[in-house]
T-cell receptor, first 112, second 116 residues
Framework: DTAVSQTPKYLVTQMGNDKSIKCEQN?????MYWYKQDSKKFLKIMFS???????INETVPNRFSPKSPDKAHLNLHINSLELGDSAVYFC???????????FGPGTRLTVT | AQSVTQPDIHITVSEGASLELRCNYS??????LFWYVQSPGQGLQLLLK??????LVQGIKGFEAEFKRSQSSFNLRKPSVHWSDAAEYFC??????????????FGKGTHLIIQP
């Protein structure tokens, strides 16, 4: 009965590869987010989706593309991975009106 | 744009002692305010939130926070810490014209170490 789940938990891949991270929420929320946590643990919003519509895209390279097949899922696809993409990626969901958000367990991406 | 400052990168507290973690924000109006905790290798767990009303808010795990508009602060407190409280603590702000869809702005975190 996990509220926000992500797969995989760990992802190790080589530079230049394409990878995807999946996120699902069963909270009935209408807004989902992707955040990036860097090696210094700083968290920054990447994308926000509200009812399957992209709301915000904060200076993220276009190699990153979020896709939301329905309002319970928000996947993150990354093309041509670079060393600097190594980070922990968190999915979150919320009601969208109050900023209150619930986070998934994170996906640790390591690019070698 | 809003910003969040957590002035203490590391804090060491003895088990059983009281705790206060500082958070200051910069925003023209009163934002939505949150504290999250991240245990090693885990996701973020919401400890408490402030939207409006009573400026002293209670959260989970015995934590509380006080909103002080005059100081633009939202400090987190706990009267007696336990070894299991050792974690990274993040203050976050929700603000802006886009509503909740804008996402949260986080501080850089405070790493809490508990001494036996």
């Amino acid at each position: 009965d996990t509220a926000v789940s992500q797969t995989p938990k760990y992802l190790v891949t080589q530079m230049g590869n394409d990878k995807s991270i999946k996120c699902e929420q069963n909270l009935g929320h209408d807004t989902m987010y992707w955040y990036k946590q860097d090696s210094k643990k700083f968290l920054k919003i990447m994308f926000s989706y509200n009812n399957k519509e992209l709301i915000i895209n904060e200076t993220v390279p276009n190699r990153f593309s979020p896709k939301s097949p329905d309002k319970a899922h928000l996947n993150l696809h990354i093309n041509s991975l670079e060393l600097g993409d190594s980070a922990v990626y968190f999915c979150a969901s919320g009601l969208g009106t109050s900023y209150e958000q619930y986070f998934g367990p994170g996906t640790r991406l390591t690019v070698t | 744009a809003q910003s969040v400052t957590q002035p203490d990168i590391h804090i060491t507290v003895s088990e059983g002692a009281s705790l206060e973690l500082r958070c200051n924000y910069s925003y023209g109006a009163t934002p939505y305010l949150f504290w999250y905790v991240q245990s090693p290798g885990q996701g973020l767990q919401l400890l408490l939130k402030y939207f409006s009303g009573d400026t002293l808010v209670q959260g989970i795990k015995g934590f509380e926070a006080e909103f002080k508009r005059s100081q633009s602060s939202f400090n987190l407190r706990k009267p007696s810490v336990h070894w299991s409280d050792a974690a990274e603590y993040f203050c976050a702000v929700g603000a802006g014209s886009g509503g909740g869809a804008d996402g949260l702005t986080f501080g850089k975190g405070t790493h809490l170490i508990i001494q036996p």
